[in-house]
């Protein structure tokens, strides 16, 4: 019997203990640690909730300590670690308050990811508190459910009525429409020229500020945020251009890695996640890495790469497991494959951006096409759809892909996610088999069309 300790059990850490549980159970002892109170919780529900679209926060679980127990494994809920002998193969925990020790054969790092805090006073987070708890009151970080829920008690004071979100991102767009649906007066503040430069073209990013503005959101972008003031509870936010009286600020420019447990022995990679090879193995032997704490093989980068998305964090725990319990498989690496719903607006992209490819070294070309979903003759629900696909000029393999309507356009980007993934080129993509029905698409659809139409 061999002891297997798995530290964190969100997302990451139960895909692996599951798969651990489920596959090797019989052989493996596998005990689990994790500093909340809760597990399982989908941030990605947090908008969702707090702009009254779904009914409460109840659908937003899907595994607890319970769950995993009677699955086999021992779990300690609320409970730290907070040093690791790699040496000596002992974790340090602190639980209620006593000190111990517990010995492992494996050790699987799914210590995830916490909310970048901006160098700016009031912003800086509370010390002690492993909540990501602002100093100066209403200024909020969105990670956990405890902060889902103290952004919720504290829109039920109506004088709450102006609210300002740092990062244009995935989670502050999100955001910005929340709060607008509750009738608060947003105004959605980034360093960058257009949201989610990181994963859109600036003509996709344009499409989403012009939705966002539609709806009476106030965009100011292109600017970078000095300062949070305010006696005792945030009312400004100061930029480098200008400043907003504010009642709340939401904070979200992106995760950091949780490496803390790994310093000055484990190799990190530049962000300071832990740098993982195919098998999730970190530079110790017997100890991998899974989740936000690490990194994805980047298929479209040909290298590591930095990913946090939940899709990552299950499917790294899936091959750590196996490979922990002596199954040798690889991860496929990902494409970073991502979507976004704000308003009618839908939006999804695969691969890399023009300004990441060149980044990375490439010389990308991209190819554009905009044509209604269906044929004309379909009169009702028939919407634009563009796209845009990158490819390498040299040796035209495809590298990104965006695509954006109000159609549900989320399925075919799995295409694209494959396509990059097998490194096939856009003049395949020009023959590739797709098939017609009015109901769905156009003989001549925007993905043929596309790909003929690239540049030579
Ligand atoms: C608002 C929001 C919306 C999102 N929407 C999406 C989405 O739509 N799609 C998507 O793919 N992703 C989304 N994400 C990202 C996704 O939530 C993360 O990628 C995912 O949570 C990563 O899972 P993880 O288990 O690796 O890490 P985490 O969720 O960060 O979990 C890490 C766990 O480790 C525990 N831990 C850390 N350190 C210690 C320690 N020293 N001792 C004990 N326990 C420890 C923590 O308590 C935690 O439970 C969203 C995130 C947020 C915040
Ligand atoms: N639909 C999805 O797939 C979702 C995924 N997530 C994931 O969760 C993670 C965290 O999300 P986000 O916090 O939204 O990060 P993000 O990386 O998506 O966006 C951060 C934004 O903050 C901006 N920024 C950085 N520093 C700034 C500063 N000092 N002042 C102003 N703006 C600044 C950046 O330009 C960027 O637009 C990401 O990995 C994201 O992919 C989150 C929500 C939904």
Not at 51 to 74: H, N, P, R, V
Not at 190 to 212: C, K, Q, V
Request: aromatic share 8%; with cysteine; net charge negative.
């Amino acid at each position: 019997m061999s002891k297997i300790v798995v530290i964190g059990a969100n997302h990451a850490g139960t895909a692996c203990v599951n798969t651990i549980l489920a596959n090797y159970g019989a052989d493996n002892e596998v005990v689990v640690f994790d500093q909340n109170s809760n597990i399982s919780f989908l941030g990605c529900g947090i908008a969702l909730w707090i702009g009254q679209q779904i009914a409460g926060s109840e659908g937003l679980f899907y595994s607890d300590k319970e769950q995993l127990e009677a699955a086999g494994a021992t779990v300690h809920m609320r409970t730290v670690v907070e040093s690791i002998d790699y040496g000596a193969k002992e974790v340090h925990v602190l639980q209620d308050g006593v000190r111990r020790t517990e010995s492992y054969d494996r050790l699987i790092l799914a210590t995830g990811s916490s909310p970048i805090v901006p160098p700016i006073a009031g912003a800086e987070l509370v010390e002690g508190t492993r909540e990501f708890k602002a100093s100066l009151d209403n200024v909020q970080y969105i990670k956990l459910y405890q902060n889902a829920t103290e952004v919720i008690d504290k829109l039920q004071d109506d004088s709450i009525r102006r609210v300002a979100v740092v990062g244009a991102g995935y989670i502050g767009v999100e955001l910005a429409e929340a709060f607008q649906r509750l009738g608060r007066e947003v105004t959605l503040v980034d360093i960058a020229r257009e949201p989610l430069e990181g994963y859109y073209d600036p003509e996709f990013g344009d499409m989403m500020s012009r939705t966002l503005a539609d709806h009476g959101i106030r965009l100011a972008l292109g600017r970078n945020v000095m300062a949070v003031e305010g006696r005792g509870r945030v009312e400004r936010l100061v930029t480098d251009l200008d400043s907003f009286d504010v009642d709340m600020v939401v904070v979200a420019v992106g995760f950091r890695p949780n490496t803390e447990l790994g310093a000055g022995v484990l190799e990190l990679f530049d962000n300071g996640a832990f740098l993982v090879d195919r098998n999730q193995r970190t530079s110790q032997p017997d100890v991998y890495a899974i989740g936000d704490c690490a990194t994805v093989h980047d298929n479209a980068a040909g290298a590591p790469n930095y990913i946090a998305l939940a899709t990552n964090a299950v499917r790294s725990g899936v091959v750590a497991a196996h490979n922990a319990c002596g199954t040798g498989i690889e991860s496929a690496g990902v494409q970073g494959s991502n979507g976004v719903r704000v308003y009618d607006l839908n939006m999804v992209s695969t691969g890399l951006t023009t300004a990441k490819a060149r980044e990375f070294g490439y010389d990308p070309v991209a190819t554009e096409f905009t044509d209604n979903q269906r044929p004309e003759f379909m009169l009702t629900d028939n919407h634009p759809v563009t796209i845009k696909i990158i490819f390498d000029r040299t040796s035209r393999v495809i590298l990104g892909c965006q695509i954006a309507s109000k159609e549900d356009v989320s399925m075919m980007i799995h295409t694209f996610s494959l396509a990059i993934q097998e490194k096939v080129t856009i003049d395949k993509l020009a023959l590739l088999d797709i098939f017609f029905l009015p109901h769905f698409n156009k003989p001549y659809n925007y993905v043929t069309m596309a790909a003929l139409s690239a540049p030579a």
